[in-house]
């Protein structure tokens, strides 16, 4: 399958990990890199930038496939030290980024020097489209029915995707309720060019949760 998001980040399958906190870890992450998908680190999971960086190494030895790190960038007394883990990610030769929480304009020449494409999430059309202005090269868009992160404002896929449609020019992928191939045909009927997809990767071997949570999944997807 190719879409603008498989050339982009040089995947087979249109279909991204998202960067879920306590999980995004290098099994995960290479697992769905091996799979063809884009698998994604998640950068704060980690507890110092070193760490970060023994964590790519760890997936680097996992799979030869693209895979990326998620760098989460919200306000707090006391935060992480962003720069420090935008070295690691780019000393450890990732060249994806997904960011989130707010706009990553101040990061983006350090991970746009390196040769770093970065797709950022986004919940609404105006913040797609600043996205777009200030040079990210994808979007994650993210709907009302995604969990996660902040900044939801209501608005469902059904109707959220086919307005990005209408104003984005570069690629995007649908996040929120992603979960199977229906879900992945219906994201690119409604315009988008692949899925992120989160909560269902929990059910994997790969996952870090517990076996409940697992049997839960697996449970409604039967019911």
């Known amino acids: 399958m190719r879409t603008r998001i498989t050339e982009l980040f040089g995947i087979k399958q249109p279909i991204i990990q998202g960067g879920m906190h306590r999980v995004g870890y290098a099994e995960m992450a290479a697992a769905v890199s091996n799979a063809s998908g884009l698998g994604i680190i998640t950068g704060l999971t980690q ?25 989460t960038f919200l306000p707090s007394l006391g935060a992480p030290p962003y720069p420090e883990y935008i070295r690691a990610t780019v000393e450890g030769g990732v060249r994806i980024v997904e960011t989130a929480g707010r706009n990553p304009e101040q990061y983006l020449p350090a991970l746009k020097a390196n040769g770093i494409k970065v797709i950022h999430k986004c919940t609404s059309v105006r913040h797609s489209l600043t996205a777009e202005r200030i040079g990210c090269d994808a979007i994650s868009v993210d709907g009302f029915e995604c969990g996660g992160h902040p900044g939801e404002d209501d608005i469902p896929n059904m109707i959220l995707l086919p307005r990005v449609a209408e104003e984005l020019e570069i690629p995007f992928v649908a996040s929120g309720g992603m979960a199977n191939a229906r879900s992945l045909v219906s994201a690119l009927a409604l315009g988008a060019d692949g899925i992120n997809m989160g909560t269902r990767f929990i059910a994997t071997k790969e996952a870090p949760a517990h076996d409940n949570v697992k049997r839960a999944q697996t449970n409604y997807k039967r019911a």
């Not at 190494?57 to 996992?62: A, S």
């Open 47 to 71: 507890r110092t930038p070193e760490d970060l960086a023994r964590e790519i190494d760890r997936c680097r030895d996992m799979t030869d496939q693209p895979f990326g790190v998620n760098l």
